[in-house]
């Protein structure tokens, strides 16, 4: 069983910066991919930066030269580092591990606003 907890989501102004945390327990042996999606109201749930095994990252384009990806040295904590914040990043934002077998996991989530 894998369990995913992620942390950090909140309330800022337009312009601010938040950092989000997932950290990944139980069985999280060959980790393909780790990576952050967020579902906004009313839309669907979409990609924001995934880094891989060998630490190869991947941004949609809204969120490119604002967010960083990164892994902790355990390699089983994924961060989503935001800067510039603008109130279109508001979403739940999911934090999701993906295996080598294939098999993936989802976060419950952790809610961001930003505020104009």
């Known amino acids: 069983q894998v369990q995913l907890v992620e942390s950090g989501g909140g309330l800022v102004q337009a312009g601010g910066s938040l950092r989000l945390s997932c950290a990944a327990s139980?069985?999280?042996?060959?980790?393909?991919?780790m990576g952050w999606y967020r579902q906004a109201p009313g839309k669907q749930r979409e990609l924001v930066a995934t880094?891989?095994?060998?630490?190869?990252?991947n941004y949609s384009d809204s969120v490119k030269a604002r967010f960083t990806i990164s892994r902790g040295s355990a390699k089983n904590t994924v961060y989503l580092q935001m800067n510039s914040l603008k109130p279109e990043d508001t979403a739940d934002y999911y934090c999701?591990?993906?295996?080598?077998?294939?098999?993936?996991?989802w976060g419950r989530g952790t809610l961001v606003t930003v505020s104009s």
């Open positions: 999701r591990l993906i295996f080598w077998g294939g098999s993936d996991y």
């Open positions: 139980g069985n999280i042996l060959r980790i393909r991919t």
């Open positions: 880094i891989t095994d060998g630490d190869n990252t």
